[in-house]
């Protein structure tokens, strides 16, 4: 299934589906992305859903609310933990690597 496939390509009210014009950095895996899109977005139409792993036991955790209040969707965005990807919007080349419990800063030097 490709990037594209998907994506929601006509809606009634957000008009139709723009071509990926950017790319963000998910670990070492270049995304396609749209510039603005939630980082949250453009990761789940690559088939990425699992954004971080709870602190207790492990478990995956991905969109939840879409909204920014559940936290589900907290991953380490350009070296800083607990970033809500589903409020965040995509900018050229930022780094996402999935959250593994409370998180940690990275040195992005
Ligand atoms: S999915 Fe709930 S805060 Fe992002």
Redesign the pocket.
């Known amino acids: 299934m490709s990037d594209m496939d998907r994506r929601v390509h006509a809606h009634p009210i957000l008009d139709d589906l723009r071509e990926p014009d950017t790319y963000i950095w998910y670990h070492d895996t270049k995304i396609p992305a749209v510039t603005g899109e939630p980082v ?1 977005a453009a990761l789940m139409a690559s088939g990425i859903r699992v954004m971080r792993h709870t602190v207790k036991t492990g478990q995956p955790r991905g ?12 991953m380490v965005v350009d070296g800083v933990p607990n970033v ?4 965040t919007p995509v900018r050229e080349g930022m780094r996402v690597e999935t959250q593994q419990g409370l998180g940690a800063w990275r040195d992005e030097a």
Do not use: Q
């Open positions: 949250a969109i939840f609310c879409g909204i920014g209040r559940c936290n589900d969707c907290k809500r990807t589903c409020v």
